[in-house]
Nanobody, 120 residues
Framework: QVQLVESGGGLVQAGESLRLSCAAS????????MGWYRQAPGKQRELVAT???????IYADSVKGRFTISRDNAKNTVYLQMNSLKPEDTAVYYC??????????????WGQGTQVTVSS
């Protein structure tokens, strides 16, 4: 049974920073891309950032220069360092991982989500 467990969300003021973590656990053969998505109230879920196993990154234009995604392959963990947070960054942040297991083959898994709230 694969699980993605997120941590690090919370309430901060505009301009402050937060660091999100997401650890994948279970019988995992390999992990390809990992990433973060977010969903604000009344809006669709959107990509924030992704990172391949080799370290290639993609960012949404709205977070470029403020957010940094990284991963520790040995720990099956992905991080999102969020600096200069804005009220419009308020959302539930979801971790995503494309991984391979013997039982289910290759597919996407999602975390349960962690709330990030930025006050003005």
């Amino acid at each position: 049974q694969v699980q993605l467990v997120e941590s690090g969300g919370g309430l901060v003021q505009a301009g402050e920073s937060l660091r999100l973590s997401c650890a994948a656990s279970g019988t995992i053969f390999s992990i390809n891309a990992m990433g973060w998505y977010r969903q604000a109230p009344g809006k669709q879920r959107e990509l924030v950032a992704t990172i391949t196993r080799g370290g290639t990154t993609i960012y949404a234009d709205s977070v470029k220069g403020r957010f940094t995604i990284s991963r520790d392959n040995a720990k099956n963990t992905v991080y999102l360092q969020m600096n200069s947070l804005k009220p419009e960054d308020t959302a539930v942040y979801y971790c995503n991982a494309n991984l391979l297991t013997i039982a289910t083959g290759r597919r996407d898994y999602w975390g349960q989500g962690t709330q990030v709230t930025v006050s003005s």
